[in-house]
Nanobody, 127 residues
Framework: QVQLVESGGGLVQTGGSLRLSCIAS???????????MGWFRQAPGKEREFLAA????????YYADYVKGRFTISRDNAKNTVLLQMDSLKPEDTAVYYC?????????????????WGKGTLVTVSS
């Protein structure tokens, strides 16, 4: 059973930065490289939305328009880890952030083909 555990959330001021990490356990490195990985978030009272996804070997990345240029997704397959660097944070970025794995990064960008979810980490951006 694959488990995804996020960390790195917290309280930050507007304009600040945070880096989220997601570690996959219960999967060998060779298997981890077969998964596309992505980040999503859910703000209070809103539906979960896609943020970014990265292909198996990190050759392709996809971003939602509202985070493009501010957020950067990357992965370290040797550590079974995917990162989300978030810069120029805004109060509207306040949400619970989730890591997910899937079959293909492009599919994940359309909320399709997701096979595992983490439990989330809270990011709060103060004004």
């Amino acid at each position: 059973q694959v488990q995804l555990v996020e960390s790195g959330g917290g309280l930050v001021q507007t304009g600040g930065s945070l880096r989220l990490s997601c570690i996959a356990s219960g999967v060998a490195e060779r298997t981890f490289t077969n998964y596309a990985m992505g980040w999503f978030r859910q703000a209070p009272g809103k539906e979960r939305e896609f943020l970014a996804a990265i292909s198996w070997m990190a050759g392709l990345t996809y971003y939602a328009d509202y985070v493009k240029g501010r957020f950067t997704i990357s992965r370290d397959n040797a550590k079974n880890t995917v990162l989300l660097q978030m810069d120029s944070l805004k109060p509207e970025d306040t949400a619970v952030y989730y890591c997910a794995s899937g079959g293909a990064a492009q599919s994940m960008s359309a909320n399709l083909g997701i096979n595992y979810w983490g439990k989330g980490t809270l990011v709060t951006v103060s004004s």
